[in-house]
């Protein structure tokens, strides 16, 4: 008689959409967590899924995704959209690019999952107040 161990996701029992690395299941969640955290490094971006970047690394655990995050997985690997805040004194296409890039390489670091795309959702400018 062949002595199986249930997979991860039956002990758990997980529910898709969830990324599979070896034994390790990843949920979506969490992976929007960390595009959320990364994204809260790049200079020029205000917010991030509803949240002030600044206050992003203090709030890392969140209990549900954050909204304006989404996670696609293909059999290639991931998709991720992320809707932002910009702040108004940053050029868009440079800032949008070094996002792109931060969110792909800490995902890809951190899961060893391949970030096929980071589609990014312009939701607004952030214009500081003048001082008076």
């Given at each position: 008689m062949e002595n199986t161990a249930p997979a991860p996701e039956e002990i758990l029992n997980i529910e898709e959409p969830a990324v599979r690395t070896e034994n390790v299941i990843i949920e979506n969640e969490v992976l929007a967590e960390i595009a959320c955290y990364a994204a809260a490094d790049v200079e020029g971006v205000s917010e991030v899924a509803g949240l002030k970047a600044r206050d992003i690394k203090s709030k890392f655990g969140f209990k549900n995704a954050p909204n304006g995050v989404k996670i696609d997985k293909t059999e290639e690997?991931?998709?991720?959209?992320?809707?932002?805040?910009?702040?108004?004194?940053?050029?868009?296409?440079?800032?949008?690019?070094?996002?792109?890039?931060?969110?792909?390489?800490?995902?890809?670091?951190?899961?060893?999952?391949?970030?096929?795309?980071?589609?990014?959702?312009?939701?607004?400018?952030?214009?500081?107040?003048?001082?008076?």
């Open positions: 690997g991931l998709v991720i959209y992320l809707a932002i805040i910009i702040d108004s004194r940053y050029n868009i296409p440079e800032t949008t690019a070094k996002l792109r890039e931060k969110i792909k390489q800490t995902v890809e670091a951190m899961t060893d999952c391949d970030v096929l795309a980071v589609n990014i959702k312009i939701s607004g400018v952030y214009v500081e107040k003048e001082q008076d």
